[in-house]
């Protein structure tokens, strides 16, 4: 049974710094991976989604890795900002057309 | 990307009593999640809605105590039925973006609080 394991449970930061956010998962034949950012009363956005076969994806200052043989994806933010301040879900799919198994997420807090 | 309006946003409900939450998206989508996240958990997948079919459950979840509609192409509805306390949660519906690049989007969630 796929779990998704997310490390740091929270994470306070000041503006400016760059952050690694960790999430594992135990069985590597995963279909994708999305990372989600979730604000109270607003739901669930898509940051970004890797495909198995790719290694990393990028938006903005955003940059997601994926090494699948090892079960870990990294999610970097460069140059932190109050508004990046969220909780970040990672999830996997383990096949397509499949729902997403999630992790329990990373809070992040970003002072100015 | 797909726009989903979820209603109600929030609610608070007696035990005993149900709720329905309706999920609507502006595009015709085929296949709809609905989730649950309870307090300090991650999001747990209820089933898998497809307009025409029944829904499919994921283990731990019944369709007495969740029973989905999806009526057509666009919208769906989870009613959570005789409520306890335990069912206060998050409820999230979610649709797969179209053209098949997989993003999932998600409704804005609706939060029980069940008394």
């Known amino acids: 049974k796929q779990e998704v394991t997310q490390i740091p449970a929270a994470l306070s930061v000041p503006e400016g710094e760059n952050l690694v956010l960790n999430c594992s998962f135990t069985?590597?034949?995963?279909?994708?991976l999305q990372w989600f950012r979730q604000d109270p009363g607003k739901g669930l956005t898509s940051l970004l989604l890797i495909q198995s076969s790719q290694r990393e994806q990028t938006s903005g200052r955003l940059n997601a890795s994926l090494d699948k043989s090892s079960g870990r994806s990294t999610l970097y933010i460069a140059a932190s900002q109050p508004g990046d301040s969220a909780t970040y879900l990672c999830a996997v799919a383990n096949q397509a057309g499949t729902a997403l198994i999630f992790g329990k997420g990373t809070t992040l807090s970003v002072s100015s | 990307s797909a726009v989903i309006s979820q209603k109600p946003s929030r609610d608070i409900c007696q035990r005993g009593t149900s709720l329905t939450i309706q999920c609507q998206v502006d595009s015709q989508v085929t296949m709809m999640f609905w989730y649950r996240q309870q307090p300090g958990q991650s999001l747990t997948l209820i089933a898998t809605?497809?307009?025409?079919?029944?829904?499919?459950?994921e283990s731990g979840f019944v369709i007495d105590k969740f029973p989905i509609s999806r009526p057509n192409l666009t919208f769906s509805t989870l009613t959570v039925s005789n409520m306890s306390p335990e069912d206060s949660s998050i409820y999230l519906c979610?649709?797969?973006?179209?053209?098949?690049?997989?993003?999932?989007?998600f409704g804005s969630g609706t939060q029980l609080s069940v008394l």
């Open positions: 069985d590597s034949a995963i279909y994708n």
């Open positions: 809605a497809n307009q025409g079919s029944e829904a499919t459950y």
């Open positions: 979610s649709v797969e973006d179209l053209p098949r690049n997989e993003k999932l989007f």
